[in-house]
């Protein structure tokens, strides 16, 4: 997979990214508006974090861990009764990402703090490399709709280089790709590779 790919694919969640957080602002303007409180709540939580965290750098803390928590946790109580009350979602002032365990980001971090690519990532990029491997109509082309009868019965070897008819001779290839694909877990079992040129059968 080719890195413009890749990189035409991170500016799409980017661009995602983005939209959910515009979204949600616009959802917040239109709440704070209709209910001043929630506003007002929602600035207090983030005042009382920004001044936590700023004595904690500074070591000159004002309010303890415990006090802290226990503070913004009556606060999120109190927002959480103003949303109950107006019959709205709780979830309704958090972006609405496509992808939550990345949020749309493409990367996620694993318990040891390593970042990799997100499982909704991947998927688009294997999304993408079957589009273009003309693998896409296996439901019409696969072993069952194959048609041995497109190749003659007549053997030449002067022509094929082969004792065998072409019809035999595909019906081999035909069974070895079958237990290739029926043994495909088994690291024993020997990859297949196909030569010719372009077009033929």
Known sequence: MSNE??????????????????????RKAELYNKFPELQRVDDEINHLSFQTARSILNKTE????NDFKQKIEE????????????NIPLDYLKPHYSCYLCNDTGYVTDKNYKTEMCSCLKQKLLDISFNKSNI????????????????????????????????TNIL??????????????????????????????
């Not at 790919?5 to 616009?26: G, M, P």
């Open 172 to 201: 081999n290839i035909k069974e070895k790709c079958i237990k290739f694909v029926e043994n495909f877990d088994n690291p024993d079992c020997k990859n297949l590779l196909f030569t010719g040129n372009t077009g033929l059968r």
């Open 62 to 65: 004002s309010i303890s861990t």
């Open 136 to 167: 896409s109509n296996l439901d019409k082309e696969n072993f069952d709709t194959f048609n041995a009868n497109l190749y003659s019965d007549d053997v030449d070897i002067a022509k094929y280089k082969f004792n065998i008819s072409p019809r």
């Open 75 to 86: 606060l999120k109580y109190k927002k959480a009764c103003i949303l109950h009350d107006a």
């Open 5 to 26: 790919i890749l990189n035409s694919l991170l500016r799409e969640y980017q661009q995602n990214k983005l939209n959910a957080e515009l979204d949600l602002e616009k």
